[in-house]
């Protein structure tokens, strides 16, 4: 266990999904004079007439959504990146300046939209596990829908019915390209740049594989290969709930901690903690129990804040095509990134420095403590 001492002086932490180290400043107790977020005080309508995404109501491209009850998936109408675009071939010289260090390549892909629940005043956070359930369901089928037949996970995937409709694609789920990877996030609240209340998220797969996925991809093998087959956040899962220092819910196949190397005050991350590929290998019961966790990280942010709480919430897994080492390093888990630094609603911003202090001169294990003693409650009491 890392000496006490850490907590009084400036030092490196070393995050091995990414093979980087990121700098803690000391504690500083200090008033926060940044910006603050007063508490969610609008009551929003169950059902929103002007909203494109609640039941019954018209979209930007004039499709109807159908009288969903849970989830409901549809090709985003404002799609990032999209499966038909012209062609881009760099007019550069090979070995030219322009070639070196200004490069570019072609990403093509398909943007999904998944709302979670027909309510538009409801959120993660306020939807029981049980209502959460169907989310995941969803997730895991349009993840069947798009992995590679050559997948060793194909042959636990099972055969998907699952048909977005699109404006454009005649409600295929499949197209002529085998896509890399799929990235599966909610961005909740303004905060974070949503543009809509109502509770959803998004799916893009892609032919390229994201950074961030990347990074944690290379540094998963590298720890498979050097500690002998080991899986790094199976051992990293197993550290934190027997240390129970970070850890903020635990049930029998998930972890959730706000981990060692965060970079944000409050930052958690969920981890299966059976070596899990992809939600493909989840059992009915792990799928449950992915949905309680869900539950709680998302509830005890609102609790903790007395607000609706904005995040960006992302799930890594094995991506949709890859080689058999790719596959077998690869560890599913879901990071929180939040918006807040304190319970004083005190906006948190990186600093140029890529140090994550933030403007109270806390590290995101200063608030560790508080954050692993969210209220279980609708209220929250004082400490």
Partial sequence: MPNAILDDISHRRYNPLKGSWILAGKLILRDCRGQQEAATE???????PSCYLCPGNRRAQGEVNPDYENTYVFVNDYSAVQELQAE???TEAIGSLSSILLRAEPVTGKCYVITFSRNHNLTLADLPPASILPVIETWTSLYSAHISPSSPLAKVSLPTTLTPTSHYDGN????????????IFENKGAAMGCSNPHPHGQVWVTTGLPEEPGLELEQLKKYHR???????????ASLESCQRKRTVFENPAFVACCPWWATWPFEVMIISREHKRALPDFSDDEK???????????????NLFETQFPYSMGLHQAPLEGTEQEMEAS???????????????????LLATNSWQ???????????PRGCAIAEENSIGQD
């Fill in 288 to 302: 449950h129990m992915l949905a309680e966790a869900i539950s709680e990280v998302t509830r005890r942010y609102d």
């Fill in 358 to 368: 933030s403007l109270k001169g806390t590290s995101p294990l200063n608030k560790q």
């Fill in 88 to 90: 881009y071939q760099p």
């Fill in 172 to 183: 295929s789920t499949r197209s002529n390209t085998q896509y890399r990877f799929m990235q």
């Fill in 331 to 349: 560890h599913f888990h879901i990071h929180f990134f939040p918006h807040f630094c304190g319970v004083q609603r005190c906006g948190s911003f």
């Fill in 42 to 48: 609008t009551e929003l309508p169950a059902h929103d």
């Fill in 226 to 236: 050097e500690q002998g087959g080991a899986h790094l956040l199976v051992d990293y």
